[in-house]
């Protein structure tokens, strides 16, 4: 396998003791032309020297409310001596996406998995505990299940196991191009869900949040979102062909600096 990116993201990249030697895992490994950091701006004092040179994009996301400290002339400055190129995007909404109770509609289950361009479009891969999943949210649902007092009672997607067999990639393409919905994706709208305005939750939000009592699905649907999809996916498909770098979506048009 051989991508013309690879995205170091978290959570917090910067958070993790030993970055470093992760870049230089993914640099020796060959995988991607090249290599993009994203972080939300809050830790400076961890963009060392020694992580710039083992990458050659750095993408920050700006949250309204988080303070982010960062001297943007003098990471220009170091950019610039480290080759690499800098985006900012200012993010402002999110998609609505976990649901606190799960769409009873069926066809409405598989509206929101086939028009899911996380499962489909994004390539948002996720290895976790020994299996594949083809999206972020299928081996992560679990826990909020479970504190909603659900999650005995739902079925889960045990992935790909990667160990251990020896039909791992007709498993994996199987998988991938299953029309089939996960069972997750009933507590979750995917892709076209409404825009919600960033906010940071504190312990005591995250716990409201969790039982706040949410409009029915339909009503939390964009119906923007939902008619963009096609076009989406034929656009996705146009630039799968083409290999065009759209950079406009960070917001800054930059070619990144040759390293
Ligand atoms: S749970 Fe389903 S709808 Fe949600 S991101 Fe995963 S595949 Fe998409």
Redesign the pocket.
Known sequence: MHSDEIRVTGGEPLLHERLEAVLDVIRGSGVAETVTLITNGTLPERLTPGVLERIDRLWIDVYPGVPHHWDWASLRRLSARHGVAVWRRNVRNFRL?ILNSPIQDRSLVQT??TT?R??HAWSCIQIHEGAVF?????PY?APRLRRLGLVERQERDRGVTIRGTNTLARDLAEYLASPT??P??R?????IGRLVTHRQLDDEGRARELHDRQPSPERLISAGALLAQPFLALIGRWRATHRLKWRLRYGLLQRPAPR
């Open positions: 996406t929101v998995y899911c996380s499962a083809k999206c972020a949210v299928a649902l919905p996960l997750e994706c507590f979750c709208l995917g892709t």
